[in-house]
């Protein structure tokens, strides 16, 4: 227990060739990897979120890496504290995947260009415009997408402002907890391992 | 496959027989836009819309027909006038 506090920074990194770190690595890495995979999948991998995608995954990808360096300054008094610190960490995370689920259900459409062999995602909000109202007032969503197109200035078109930004919100947040959580559980997961390694002398 | 909608457009070629009518064309909702070329003209890089083609012609019945560009892979649209 007492090698944990001598840990250094470099051994913990060190540590994150072991599974749990390589978990924790393709947690963390997922917003860049799903954005260069994007494309090749017919699933959707990250929730679209319009003009704020990028900036939106470059900053999960940033917050999972400080969240693996957090977990490297909770190792004080680890052992039986660190089991349920991992279990807590992995159910936030299949909580906030639920959450995820279900939102992506709610405010998640898909249109479907069979002409192209392709789909887009798209997300919308829960409040029509007066412009949506009058134009297609008996309307499924994705009708309406398919009427006006997919793109994402017909989107602001036609949901309110407000509605799409909450939504939007509540997708990122949730898809960080479920990212965040798990990139948690996982770095946590490492610390043993790390504290083997340092009485190995390795 | 999953696209990203920035990217996707198509053109569209618009024929009638005869040829020389106006086209014009509009999303629901839109007004009606002109288009500078008269049949038979290609419309270039066209957001994926349902879209209302009109064409007119003088001495011919004006027609107007909705295009679904998600389901024709040719992406043509031919319009046979009548006097």
Redesign the interface.
């Known amino acids: 227990m007492n090698d944990l506090s001598s840990m250094t920074l470099r051994q913990y990194y060190l540590s994150f060739k072991s599974i749990s770190g390589i978990l924790a690595g393709l947690f963390a890495s997922s917003p860049l990897t799903t954005w260069v995979f ?7 991998l990250f929730p679209p979120l319009g003009d704020a995608e990028t900036i939106a995954r470059a900053a999960l990808a940033l917050f999972a890496v400080g969240v693996t360096y957090a977990a490297f300054h909770w190792r004080d008094g680890l052992t039986r504290v660190s089991k349920r610190a991992i279990m807590l960490t992995m159910l936030f995370a299949i909580v906030s995947f639920f959450v995820y689920l279900a939102l992506f259900l709610r405010f998640e459409r898909r ?12 997300t919308v909000g829960s409040e029509r415009t007066p ?1 949506a109202d ?3 007032p008996a309307y499924s969503d994705e009708d309406m997408l ?7 200035e ?1 989107v602001r078109l036609l949901w309110t402002y407000k509605s799409l930004v909450i939504a939007r919100l509540a997708l990122y947040i949730s898809y960080c907890g479920t990212v965040l959580g798990f990139v948690a559980a996982f770095s946590l997961g490492v610390i043993p391992e790390t504290r083997h390694v340092s009485q190995h002398g390795r | ?6 990217s ?1 457009a ?1 053109n569209l070629k618009v024929t009638s027989s005869p040829p020389g009518a106006l086209i014009s064309y509009h ?3 839109d007004p009606p836009h002109t288009y500078a070329e008269r049949t038979n003209a290609t419309i270039s890089s066209l ?4 879209l209302y083609v009109r064409i007119e012609k003088e001495g011919y019945r004006a027609e107007e027909r909705e295009y679904d ?5 040719t ?1 043509e649209i031919d319009f046979q006038l009548q006097r």
């Open positions: 994007r494309g090749s999948t017919d699933v959707c249109v479907d260009i069979p002409s192209e062999k392709t789909a887009v995602f798209v412009f009058s134009n297609f398919r009427a006006r197109g997919p793109y994402e017909q | 496959m999953a696209a990203d909608s920035g996707i198509y999303r629901r909702g957001p994926y819309a349902m560009p998600y389901h024709d892979p992406h």
